[in-house]
């Protein structure tokens, strides 16, 4: 394992559980999200294609969620060690709901999209969703009028920058998860990826992920109660 001292790089990767005291329900989770609603029909290519509409319904009403959530301690923790480390700081989130940008993380790859853009399915446009009229029942382009979708990776789909995230997870000393079940890949596989190239990987999480056998170090509990402490006793050897 790479030693960690001033020089060590770190990557975090965050899932729903980080944004759960903020008010937003996570996905597997007693009354998740994929409890009221099947994956084929609102996070799938095809079922945009089958049903546009209700995928519109399903991803209008998070992007009006995160209007009224804010950022929690578990994200202020992670801004604190970004402003300390500086670039040797990145941080990997599957969450769409923009509350790490909120919290001020700079270093931040959103690797599932945000509920805060769409894009054009015929020319591409990317368009703010605040800046959309989300009170028609589907939006379409300005430009070439064809139909709007959110920028949400779906099952099926590529998720974003995933060359740059495996060049940080080569250089980095130390992976900390935060708030994922470990069942979506390929999100779920960094941990292996991590050690594999002798990094530490530490986990906070409310129950033990699917691949904590891969985890060096495991703090059970909520993201926010936890972060502060750990990352106030990382700083005083990694900065
Ligand atoms: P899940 O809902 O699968 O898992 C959330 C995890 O967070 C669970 O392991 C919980 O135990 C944990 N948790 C809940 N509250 C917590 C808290 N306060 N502090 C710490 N941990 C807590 O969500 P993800 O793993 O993020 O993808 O899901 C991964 C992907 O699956 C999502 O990005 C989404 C989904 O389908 C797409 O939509 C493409």
């Not at 008010?23 to 597997?28: A, D, E, L, S, W």
């Not at 945000?114 to 029942?137: E, K, M, N, V, W």
């Not at 979506?184 to 050690?195: D, E, I, K, N, S």
């Not at 530490?202 to 936890?226: C, R, T, Y």
Request: aromatic share 10%.
């Amino acid at each position: 394992m790479k030693p960690l001292d001033r020089k060590s790089h770190i990557l975090v990767l965050t899932g729903a559980g980080i944004s759960a005291e903020s008010g937003i329900r996570t996905f597997r989770d007693v009354n998740g999200l994929w409890e009221d609603h099947r994956v084929e029909d609102v996070a799938t290519p095809e079922g945009f294609v089958r049903d546009p509409q209700l995928v519109w319904s399903f991803y209008k009403q998070r992007f009006q969620q995160t209007l009224t959530t804010a950022p929690n301690p578990g994200h202020l923790a992670l801004k604190k060690l970004e402003d300390a480390l500086g670039d040797r700081f990145w941080l990997v989130t599957q969450n769409v709901d923009g509350l790490h940008e909120d919290a001020g993380n700079k270093n931040l790859i959103e690797m599932h999209g945000s509920l805060h853009r769409c894009f054009c399915t015929g020319c591409g446009a990317i368009y703010q969703t605040s800046a959309i009229d989300l009170d028609s029942p589907l939006p379409f382009c300005s430009a070439c009028e064809m139909l709007l979708r959110p920028d949400i990776v779906w099952f099926g789909e590529i998720p974003y920058q995933l060359g740059r995230i495996e060049q940080l997870l080569k250089k980095s000393q130390l992976l900390l998860i935060v708030g994922t079940s470990g069942t979506v890949y390929p999100a779920a596989g960094f941990v292996m990826t991590a050690r594999y190239f002798g990094a530490k990987t530490v986990a906070v999480n409310l129950d033990p992920p699917h691949n904590s056998s891969f985890i060096d170090e495991f703090h059970q509990g909520k993201a926010g109660d936890i972060l502060p402490d750990l990352v106030d006793r990382w700083l005083t050897y990694l900065k």
